[in-house]
């Protein structure tokens, strides 16, 4: 068992669809007592919730709409990917890439009503290097093994953010085109910060194929990679 001070009764609820996600949330499930795992967005209602009376309900890497009667009745936790309050919105991964940075903070916040505004339980730090499904990956081993297990030992108040508020616009499946790209560079980092299952791959467009890149690589002045080719029909 995970000790972390927290009572044993104490239920808690982990909403979350991502095989990394879920194998994590399985393994904080053996080791404590009182995890509901939810993988289905629709099972998420206010009767389900009421059933089981959470202490927290953590939302690891979730992109669906949460219930205002939800949110205001239990302490909802959601971790974004930015250092909030800068990257509020869509696509943060993505967005901090292309804009060439390379740590980043996750950030445990409250929900509340404003997009990604709540306040802050807990930050921690993030390399951003590799595919988009490493980088995955290693958020999902420090929310489940470090930030939830710090949150259940309680204590600790969500202070409210602080500083410049910069909102990142959630990024359309075209944006994915490397044909205007000028570095090698700039085309190995759009090529992995799209490599994660679920995700539009990069892709150069002609007349009759679409090419999809994944498993890219930096080699001097050459970036190679995995190549798929789609004919249009």
């Known amino acids: ?25 399985r393994w904080l499930k053996a080791h404590r007592r009182g995890v509901v795992l939810v993988t289905d967005p629709k099972r998420l209602t206010p009767d389900f919730v009421r059933k089981h009376q959470p202490r927290y309900i953590f939302f690891p890497h979730w992109s669906w709409y949460i219930s205002p009667e939800i949110f205001r009745s239990y302490e909802c936790v959601v971790f974004h990917m930015t250092d909030l309050p800068y990257g509020r919105g ?13 740590w980043t903070k996750i950030s445990a916040i409250k929900v509340v009503e404003g997009i990604d505004a709540g306040p802050v339980y807990r930050k921690a730090m993030l390399r951003l290097s590799g595919t988009a499904e490493d980088i995955l990956v290693r958020a999902s081993e420090i929310v489940f093994k470090k930030m939830i297990p710090d949150i259940l030992k309680g204590g600790v108040s969500p202070k409210p953010q602080q500083g410049k508020v910069v909102v990142f616009k959630r990024r359309k499946p075209q944006q994915g085109a490397i044909g205007n790209l000028k570095s090698e560079k ?9 490599d994660a299952p679920g995700y539009p791959r990069a892709f150069l467009a002609f007349k009759h194929i679409v090419v999809n890149f994944s498993k890219a690589r930096l080699a ?13 029909r």
């Not at 995970?2 to 949330?25: Q, V, Y």
């Open 186 to 194: 700039k085309v190995y980092d759009h090529i992995r910060m799209l």
């Open 90 to 102: 869509g696509s943060p991964l993505q967005n901090l890439i292309v804009r060439g940075q390379y």
């Open 220 to 232: 001097g002045k050459k970036v190679i990679a995995e190549a798929e080719i789609i004919c249009r």
């Open 1 to 25: 068992m995970i000790n972390n001070g927290e009572s044993k009764m104490d239920k808690i609820i982990i909403a979350t669809i991502h095989p990394w996600n879920i194998k994590n949330a």
